[in-house]
């Protein structure tokens, strides 16, 4: 059950932001260590893809065919939350 | 920043296939989930840190849930589409669709009818979230905060929402995971449920 995983350390994370337990000092260097560790996660999913000599393989097949469907979905989902994205934030995106 | 990403992935890519030995691949999944925990965690000192913003998304009300019911139409209608173009079975495309970003779930449900429908919903997806996660940054950029949510499906909620987080705000942050998690739900019913039509 990761997903509960992930929500409870998110909440956690919420509460030590909310109730502002977390040092000024690291609050203001957080962007660059988040930045760093997603870097550091892609890296290790890019591993996991190119250790499967499966999913190579199978991205020499039918690999073309796979990336149009996916950018074919990706845009139709764009325009779909294009549409009612005035409806969802009012202000046109800008909501800080 | 997508260049950061794609230039990040590709060397992962890149020594998974040349350097690391095979062997690795069976602890792979652990350091994922330990990564995305961490990262999870500066995703929630965001939000935390943004007071007033539950009252922000409540105030949206029912409403946030047009953005997963938005991307789950784009997304079938989309590869339905692609496969028609392709002279593909339209219900067979617009189920590989409806894996969302999920790959291994959509895979391993659509290799039950052939393993080469399953294979195209792992290669699908699996691309779809590359594609994301080197999108986004783009799309937040150019085209707006919320369609940046839209690339990654399912994956709203995990592996790709904190690229959605940096790209946009911590509002769209939650935006994003409730999406994803719409989204993830609905993968287990809807792909099957296509496939009756076959």
Not at chain 1, 47 to 53: A, K, N, R, W
Not at chain 2, 77 to 100: H, K, N, Q, Y
Not at chain 2, 123 to 135: D, G, M
Request: with cysteine; glycine share 10%.
């Amino acid at each position: 059950m990761n997903i509960l995983l992930y929500i409870a350390i998110m909440i956690f994370g919420a509460f030590l932001g909310n109730r502002r337990l977390i040092p000024k000092m690291l609050m203001k260097k957080i962007d660059t260590i988040q930045f760093l560790c997603l870097l550091l996660l892609l890296f290790i999913m890019g591993v996991s893809i190119g250790l499967d000599e499966e999913v190579i393989q199978s991205f020499g097949t039918i690999g073309i065919q796979g990336i149009i469907f996916a950018l074919s979905s990706i845009v139709f989902s764009i325009i779909g939350v294009r549409l009612i994205a005035s409806k969802v934030l009012p202000k046109g995106g800008e909501e800080q | 920043m997508s260049l950061t990403i794609l230039i990040t992935v590709a060397l992962g890519i890149l020594s998974g296939i040349f350097i690391f030995p095979e062997s690795l691949g069976d602890s792979m999944g652990f350091w994922i989930s330990a990564g995305l925990a961490l990262l999870l965690f500066f995703v929630g000192i965001d939000i935390g840190s943004n007071r007033g913003i539950l009252g922000k998304i409540r105030r949206i009300g029912f409403k946030v849930f047009l953005v997963p019911l938005m991307v789950a139409l784009g997304s079938i209608l989309g590869t339905t589409l692609a496969g028609i173009l392709m002279g593909m079975s339209a219900v067979e495309s617009a189920a590989v669709g409806a894996g969302f970003g999920w790959y291994s779930l959509s895979a391993i449900e659509l290799s039950k009818h052939s393993a080469y429908l399953g294979t195209l919903a792992f290669v699908t997806n699996i691309s779809r979230e590359i594609i994301a996660l080197v999108s986004i940054p783009f799309i937040a950029k150019y085209i707006g905060k919320l369609e940046a949510i839209a690339p990654a499906g399912a994956t709203a909620m995990d592996t790709v929402l904190p690229v959605i987080s940096r790209s946009t705000n911590a509002h769209i942050a939650i935006i994003s995971f409730i999406t994803g998690v719409v989204l993830s739900s609905m993968v287990p019913v809807l792909v099957p449920l296509i496939m009756l039509f076959s």
